[in-house]
């Protein structure tokens, strides 16, 4: 007899936990048009939330009850028990959106064909790291492990853009990239090629007093 496995599907899903109901519904209404409607209300009893269905039906929302957003049609939803999805879904591990820096960072490795400063070495080069926040404003205090201090700082235009981590890692990231330029001037001071001895007296020729002909070096 024939048989079928079920192929593997990714579902963007939100536990109810009995007690957050307007983040169920603000992110209900991240997946949608703006300005259309959602599948998705706070009723009148007890306040739990009521789903929309995909066959238009009208489903609570009991606690620990999943709420799976459907792939086809993002404004309609359907609910599933702790139990059914634990044993159905795992958890898919996000990662993290690298930052401008670490952006730039692996542009310039992709075509690099020779010597370069990278994040990494001037990350090992930190020591300490300060953070001050003032209202929107962020600051990020970088001590060097020579106990040179690097200042960075990040703002939002609009206040109500405001997020304190991403601030702070903007101000790290302002902060950061100024070692940059000041490790490859160290770099190339401190690898300069010794002069050979031609050059040695080449310079020495040059630096010396012009004599006109004629002129007598005893007078």
């Not at 009893?45 to 929309?52: D, E, F, M, Q, R």
């Not at 302002?174 to 300069?192: C, I, K, T, V």
Request: proline share 8%; net charge negative; aromatic share 8%.
């Amino acid at each position: 007899m024939p048989r079928f496995r079920s192929r593997p599907v990714e579902i963007d899903a939100i536990q109810y936990t009995g007690d957050n109901e307007q983040e169920l519904l603000a992110w209900a209404k991240a997946g949608v048009d703006l300005g259309e409607p959602v599948g998705m209300r706070i009723g009148p009893n007890a306040g739990l939330p009521i789903l929309t269905t995909l066959q238009g039906r009208e489903v609570h929302v009991g606690p620990w009850e999943w709420v799976i957003r459907e792939s086809d049609r993002p404004d309609r939803f359907y609910p599933c028990a702790y139990q059914v999805f634990d044993r159905r879904y795992d958890p898919i591990q996000q990662e993290q959106p690298m930052s401008a820096l670490e952006a730039v960072d692996a542009a310039s490795e992709a075509v690099r064909t020779g010597f370069r400063i990278t994040l990494d070495y001037m990350r090992s080069r930190v020591a300490e790291v300060e953070y001050i926040e003032r209202g929107v404003l962020n600051i990020a205090v970088i001590k060097l492990d020579n106990g040179f201090v690097l200042v960075g700082k990040s703002a939002p235009v609009d206040p109500t853009n405001y997020n304190a981590e991403y601030g702070r890692q903007l101000a790290h990231d302002d902060a950061l990239r100024q070692a940059w330029p000041l490790f490859a001037f160290s770099h190339l001071e401190s690898n300069q090629p010794e002069p050979t001895m031609l050059e040695r007296v080449a310079e020495a020729v040059a630096a010396a007093p012009k004599r006109r002909l004629g002129d007598n070096p005893q007078a």
